[in-house]
């Protein structure tokens, strides 16, 4: 099955720096990589995801890389803000019937004011 | 708004007791799961469903069984309750048969198991 590593599991920046997250995946099959955040007390929420087909995505601070030879993708978020301190997880899934989400065991973003 | 509902935030179990959680979606979703949340390692997937009365063992079966009697709801059963089982619970949903969209999340269930 699918396997997802996720580096680093914590992280801490200034305010206003860059923070970059990294995933590899194992499954030459997955085609579908979302990136989640969850904050405290909540459940996960989609912040991004890209798809195979495609090499870079952005929405305004949020950008993902995806490296379909290499088998790994990252996500990176600029001008870091503290409401971005959360946990974060990046996953890989592939289409099928049950369409799994195999995650990466999360990364701890803090930003400092 | 969709929404992913489980039916208690914080629970508090003894050993040996059976123990039952629901998740609720209003999204028609073909896909539900049921993932467990430790520190340092990530979620991880208990079971799930991609039909009414459908059931997949995901990475950790062991302990906890399912049952998904209609699409919208999706329960995990612990059958015996251990300290082990002491975690965050975390119920999703999924849309459509092969396509890759996005995973919506319930707010979790704090499980205690003393």
């Known amino acids: 099955g699918e396997n997802v590593e996720q580096h680093p599991s914590t992280l801490s920046v200034q305010e206003g720096d860059s923070a970059v997250i990294k995933c590899t995946y194992s499954?030459?099959?997955?085609?579908?990589f979302p990136w989640y955040k969850q904050e405290l007390g909540k459940g996960p929420q989609l912040i991004i995801d890209?798809?195979?087909?495609?090499g870079e995505k952005k929405d305004q601070r949020i950008a993902v890389t995806l490296n379909k030879t290499a088998k790994h993708f990252s996500l990176h978020i600029t001008e870091t803000q503290p409401e971005d301190s959360a946990v974060y997880f990046c996953?890989?899934?592939?289409?099928?019937?049950?369409?799994?989400?195999?995650f990466g065991g999360g990364t701890r973003l803090m930003v400092k004011p | 708004d969709v929404k992913v509902t489980q039916s208690s935030r914080y629970l508090v179990k003894r050993t040996g007791e059976k123990v039952f959680l629901e998740c609720v979606q209003d999204?028609?979703?073909?896909?539900m799961f049921w993932y467990r949340q430790d520190p340092g390692l990530g979620l991880r997937l208990i079971y799930f469903?991609?039909?009414?009365?459908?059931?997949e063992k995901g990475d950790i079966p062991e302990g906890y069984s399912v049952s998904r009697e209609k699409k919208e709801r999706f329960s995990l059963i612990l059958e015996s309750a251990s300290t082990n089982q002491t975690s965050m619970y975390l119920c999703?949903?999924?849309?459509?048969?092969?396509?890759?969209?996005?995973?919506?999340f319930g707010q979790g269930t704090r499980l205690t198991v003393v």
């Open positions: 999703a949903s999924r849309g459509g048969w092969f396509s890759n969209t996005e995973a919506f």
């Open positions: 499954d030459s099959a997955s085609n579908y």
């Open positions: 890209i798809r195979s087909n495609v």
């Open positions: 996953a890989a899934s592939y289409s099928n019937a049950g369409n799994m989400l195999t």
């Open positions: 999204m028609d979703h073909e896909n």
């Open positions: 469903s991609y039909d009414v009365k459908m059931k």
